[in-house]
């Protein structure tokens, strides 16, 4: 059922209530650890995970530490400010800034996009997409014809091979 809710948030259905579902399938309110639907386990320190975008197939799962994950980030682009720019449900800048999510590229001229504020999604299109970091959030993000699991804050996920972003979900 999470999945097929995912698949359509990527169709663009109704947002609000799949966001309310995923967010009350993954809590941990009932004292059990969340996971994501990859089977990954929740996670409060950072990790980089490789992923097929294609096939919305993990790949890897490593842990980092912070200076690991860090390093991912300034080799990603990420940037300490940046302009801000809203949206009625979650805020969007280029660049990144620290704690924000990022779907980040690796070609330029093509920008990297922190994504902030309260719990929400953001859509657009976003060509070369190179992968994206949850940062200080639990997240998602999808591009054409998939969406990824959700995955806790401190995720650096890397594409297999670059790809459109067409939304990006924080909480």
Not at 43 to 71: C, F, G, K, M, W
Not at 123 to 152: E, L, V
């Amino acid at each position: 059922m999470l999945e097929s809710a995912k698949q359509r948030l990527c169709v663009g259905a109704a947002i609000g209530a799949l966001v309310s579902t995923t967010i009350l399938a993954l809590g941990s309110a009932s004292g059990v650890a969340a996971t994501n639907n990859q089977g990954l386990p929740a996670s409060a320190h950072p990790q980089e995970v490789i992923l097929n975008p294609t096939t919305d197939t993990v790949v890897s799962v490593t842990p980092l530490t912070a200076a690991q994950y860090r390093a991912l980030q300034i080799a990603a682009g990420e940037q300490t400010q940046g302009a801000g720019g809203a949206q009625p449900d979650i805020s969007i800048r280029n660049p990144c800034d620290t704690g924000d999510g990022c779907y980040y590229t690796d070609t330029p001229p093509y920008a990297d996009f922190g994504f902030y504020g309260t719990s929400g999604t953001y859509h657009g299109s976003w060509p070369y997409r190179a992968g994206f970091d949850t940062y200080s959030y639990s997240g998602f993000a999808c591009w054409t014809g998939h969406c990824s699991a959700t995955y806790p804050p401190y995720t650096y996920v890397s594409f297999t091979t670059d790809t459109t972003g067409t939304a990006y979900w924080i909480s």
